[in-house]
């Protein structure tokens, strides 16, 4: 079925969004989902886990065989623009970490902490920008 082009560009959306959730999920039910501050700690047994990644891969089918339904396409994107969107998301989640951005939960910064953040944050902000910088430097794209 045809759709409307923004009804369409809605569903593919919501498509790619599902996309990466069933990879968070199956990174999860595998044990390869923690990070620097998430543990994934489980009282689901190995054979339970297994049954549910089979069932995460039926649903990942299903969004296929949905996609198709609808005619939803695939789109080409520009790797280097996926990655500048995640480099200016990391920006502005930084930037907000700032004490100046966080009055608004009641609780002052120790002035030694809030140096001690900002210091951080700018070390943080700096590495994002040389993220940035080598996207440029190796497309020649600003």
Excluded at 11 to 33: D, H, K, M, N, Y
Excluded at 65 to 72: I, Q
Aim: charged share 30%.
């Amino acid at each position: 079925m045809k759709l409307d082009d923004h009804h369409q560009r809605r569903l593919e959306a919501t498509v790619q969004l599902l996309e990466e959730s069933i990879a968070r999920c199956r990174r999860w039910l595998t044990g390869t989902g923690e990070g620097i501050l998430r543990v994934v700690h489980t009282s689901i047994d190995p054979a339970e886990r297994e049954r549910l990644l089979r069932e995460v891969d039926v649903f990942h089918a299903e969004l296929h065989r949905f996609a198709a339904e609808f005619e939803l396409e695939p789109r080409p994107m520009n790797l280097a623009q996926l990655l500048n969107a995640e480099f200016s998301t990391a920006w502005v989640m930084l930037e907000n970490c700032r004490p100046k951005r966080m009055k608004g939960y009641g609780v002052a910064f120790d002035p030694a902490t809030a140096t001690a953040l900002n210091a951080e944050v700018d070390r943080l902000l700096e590495r994002v920008e040389v993220l940035r910088n080598e996207i440029v430097r190796s497309t020649g794209e600003e």
